[in-house]
């Protein structure tokens, strides 16, 4: 089964990890060139990517498509662009070419509604946003709770206060750039209700309650609604997960495969907190995700082929606790009402199920108090799937997808075999980045040695070699200390590095070998 994909960006998230999921399965996937990919700010060969497209897929049976990659060149570029919706058009219609040339070719495809960040960064927004992005994220609330006929009085006169405060140019520039995104967004659909698009998501990138992004999604699922095309299209929160959520659904499909979940929480609060940087529950995310991928919620574990363990808050919005806080630190409700001796305890239990584990009770990587737990117990090698890195959405693409890939092949493999060692693979690369980089070693560094070196956080391209080289040694003792005495077998790290420059992310190889038994 050949599956082509056309990656958001260029960084391990977008471009690896599916990858690394379609390596523990029997689909054959196919990436473009690594040149023909962008740099952060640099759009990709958008051209040459067309022509790579029509290439690959005169054979293929899926087509996994960024249309952000497509259309703009990338995430980042499809912030910065200057396009005009007819030449957003004219990089879309590719599509009919595709499907011309191959009517059998499947096109699963994802194109996000343009985030609204609130605070003041240019890292990859553009260079005014480094002045006036918390108050163009604020000016965007108000204008969304004044169509909403919420406005309050002061709401009001601080609307007025930003009007004056933010250039005319600003708000034009910006605004007008969503305006073209949220027309693709509805071209998008348009394709869908044609059957150019088999299947759609629209995830909506760093969102909140209000906001321009609001305001979007609530227009496009009215088009949607008018299109009778709920069953094509889901717009849902996210972003650099859904490629592994499409690989996952093309696997499901393929397989004629519906995984059936149940799911437990560590806090009885769990399935109705918003996650940071999200606009709903967290168990309507959830079901979005499985949904997304083909996937079932049943009531009970005896019904599942896996069982999603949900480490989760039992606080909303900006009470949701951040790596670099002390465990004292946090909002209250994390000493009464997240039950961690009790979800450790049922994790010991032998469910007899696939079991992953979404570790999303913090935010930007893995909850210690948890982890630390978890290894005490003898618990690491135990786990499926793992993830617990940025947000809340980020981390429950990746693991459910993982889960239920792993769901299929429960006892449908070898033990040892070659697809369980990759999934291994995957999945101790997940503890080393979320818990081993995100949580640990970024924190760390980010407070040492970035000032140290008179770098900064965004960018630390001045001394990246060292900086690396000082990650490097962070994460190789986390694997000595926490990994190193597993005993179904053996990890070795090697080439490590920024792929954007900056301490948000990490890149990295990881092997792992079974212990010969």
Same mark, same amino acid.
């Given at each position: 089964m050949k599956v082509v994909y056309l990656p958001l960006d260029e960084r391990p998230c977008n471009l690896k990890y599916p990858q690394q999921l379609a390596a523990m399965t029997? &689909?054959?996937?196919?990436?473009?060139?690594?040149?023909?990919?962008?740099?952060?700010?640099?759009p990709a060969n958008v051209e040459g990517l067309q022509k790579w497209l029509m290439k690959e897929t005169k054979t293929a049976n899926y087509l996994i498509l960024s249309l952000d990659m497509l259309v703009y060149?990338?995430?980042?570029?499809?912030?910065?662009?200057?396009?005009?919706?007819?030449?957003c058009i004219n990089r879309l219609d590719v599509i009919k070419a595709l499907k011309t040339q191959?009517?059998? !070719?499947?096109? #699963?495809? *994802?194109? !996000?509604?343009?985030?609204? =960040?609130?605070?003041?960064?240019?890292?990859?927004? =553009?260079?005014?946003?480094?002045?006036?992005?918390? %108050?163009?994220?604020n000016y965007g609330k108000l204008l969304d709770k004044k169509s909403r006929g919420e406005l309050t009085g002061d709401d009001a006169k601080l609307l007025e206060l930003l009007t004056d405060e933010i250039p005319q140019n600003v708000i034009t520039d910006f605004i007008g750039r969503r305006q073209v995104n949220a027309f693709t967004n509805e071209y998008a659909i348009d394709m869908a209700d044609q059957g150019l698009i088999d299947f759609l998501i629209i995830p909506l990138d760093d969102n909140a309650e209000y906001g321009f992004s609001s305001q979007e999604q609530s227009k496009l699922l009215c088009k949607v609604e008018k299109c009778? &095309?709920?069953?094509?299209?889901?717009?849902?929160?996210?972003?650099?997960?859904?490629g592994c959520t499409l690989l996952a659904k093309v696997f499901c499909e393929a397989h004629h495969y519906t995984p059936a979940l149940s799911i437990r929480y560590s806090s009885t609060k769990g399935p109705y907190i918003i996650p940071k940087y999200e606009d709903r529950s967290l168990q309507e995310s959830i079901k979005s995700h499985i949904t997304a991928m083909g996937g079932v919620i049943v009531d009970y574990a005896s019904e599942a082929d896996a069982i999603l363990f949900?480490?989760?808050?039992?606080?909303?919005?900006?009470?949701?606790?951040?790596? *670099?806080?002390? #465990?004292?630190e %946090?909002?209250?409700? +994390? *000493?009464?009402?997240?039950?961690y001796r009790e979800f450790v305890q049922a994790l010991k239990y032998d469910w007899g199920k696939v079991i992953g584990l979404a570790d999303v009770a913090t935010c930007n990587g893995s909850d210690q108090t948890l982890m630390f737990m978890l290894k005490k117990q003898g618990l690491l090698e135990k786990l499926d799937a793992y993830a617990g890195w940025n947000t809340s959405g980020?981390? !429950?693409?990746?693991? /459910?997808?993982?889960? /239920?890939?792993?769901?299929?092949? +429960?006892?449908?493999?070898?033990?040892?075999?070659e697809r369980r060692r990759k999934s291994r693979e995957f999945y101790y690369s997940r503890l080393v980045e979320d818990w081993g980089y995100q949580t640990i070693a970024r924190k760390a560094v980010a407070m040492d040695d970035v000032p140290r070196l008179?770098?900064? +956080? #965004?960018?630390?391209?001045?001394? !990246?070699? $060292? /900086?690396?080289?000082?990650?490097?040694? +962070?994460? $190789?003792? *986390?694997?000595?200390?926490?990994?190193s005495d597993i005993k179904e077998g053996k990890i070795d790290l090697k080439n490590v590095y920024s792929p954007w420059k900056r301490m948000f992310e990490v890149g990295f190889d990881l092997t792992f070998a079974f212990s010969k038994e």
């Open positions: 029997d &689909l054959e996937i196919h990436v473009p060139d690594r040149e023909l990919l962008g740099a952060k700010k640099q060149g990338g995430i980042v570029p499809s912030r910065l662009h200057h396009l005009s919706k007819e030449e191959n009517p059998q !070719l499947k096109i #699963f495809a *994802f194109n !996000l509604i343009m985030r609204v =960040p609130g605070y003041n960064s240019s890292d990859e927004e =553009p260079d005014y946003y480094e002045v006036y992005g918390e %108050r163009i994220s009778n &095309l709920w069953d094509q299209v889901a717009i849902y929160p996210g972003a650099d997960e859904i949900t480490h989760s808050p039992a606080v909303s919005q900006s009470g949701v606790a951040e790596p *670099f806080q002390t #465990f004292g %946090r909002h209250r409700s +994390y *000493f009464s009402e997240i039950n980020n981390t !429950l693409g990746t693991v /459910i997808a993982h889960t /239920i890939i792993e769901s299929y092949y +429960y006892q449908r493999t070898e033990k040892n075999g008179g770098v900064t +956080y #965004f960018d630390i391209s001045g001394h !990246l070699n $060292e /900086i690396q080289g000082i990650i490097k040694g +962070y994460l $190789e003792t *986390f694997v000595e200390e926490n990994l």
